[in-house]
Nanobody, 124 residues
Framework: QVQLVESGGGLAQSGGSLRLSCAAS????????VGWFRQAPGKEREFVAT????????YYSDSVKGRFTISRDNARNTAWMQMNSLKPEDTAVYYC?????????????????WGQGTQVTVSS
C-alpha cells in the first residue's frame, strides 16, 4: 500500500549531526503514523521516535530525547529525523516505518510498512 525509502545516513563525528529522510510512495503519508527505529549488530530493533499522522504529536525514546527531532511534511510525502549531538552509541541501521493513522505505537510489532534502512555510523 505504501513504500518507504530512507536516505541520509552516513558517517558522522561524535557531536555532529545527520538528517535522515523517509520518502513515501504508493500511498498518502497523511494516512499513516510514522516511526523511526534502529538496530545495531547483534541487538534488537529499538524504538527511536514516532510522529502522528498530522505531525501534531511526537514521542521519543529516553536515549535520544533532546537530541533527535522527528518531523513530517505530508505535502511532500516525506518524514525526517534530525539527529544532533550524535554519540558513538547511536551507530546503527535506521529504519522508518508506517502504520495506520488511527493508532500509533512505539512497538515495532505494530508497524505494517518498513523501509530498507540506512546506515548511521558515529565515530569518536
Amino acid at each position: 500500500q505504501v513504500q518507504l525509502v530512507e536516505s541520509g545516513g552516513g558517517l558522522a563525528q561524535s557531536g555532529g549531526s545527520l538528517r535522515l529522510s523517509c520518502a513515501a510512495s504508493g500511498g498518502t503519508l497523511s494516512n499513516y503514523n510514522v516511526g523511526w527505529f534502529r538496530q545495531a549488530p547483534g541487538k534488537e530493533r529499538e524504538f527511536v521516535a514516532t510522529i502522528n499522522w498530522s505531525g501534531g504529536s511526537s514521542y521519543y525514546s529516553d536515549s535520544v530525547k533532546g537530541r533527535f527531532t522527528i518531523s513530517r511534511d505530508n505535502a511532500r510525502n516525506t518524514a525526517w529525523m534530525q539527529m544532533n549531538s550524535l554519540k558513538p552509541e547511536d551507530t546503527a541501521v535506521y529504519y522508518c516505518a508506517a502504520r495506520d493513522a488511527g493508532s500509533w505505537s512505539s512497538s515495532a510489532l505494530m508497524y505494517d510498512y518498513w523501509g530498507q534502512g540506512t546506515q548511521v555510523t558515529v565515530s569518536s
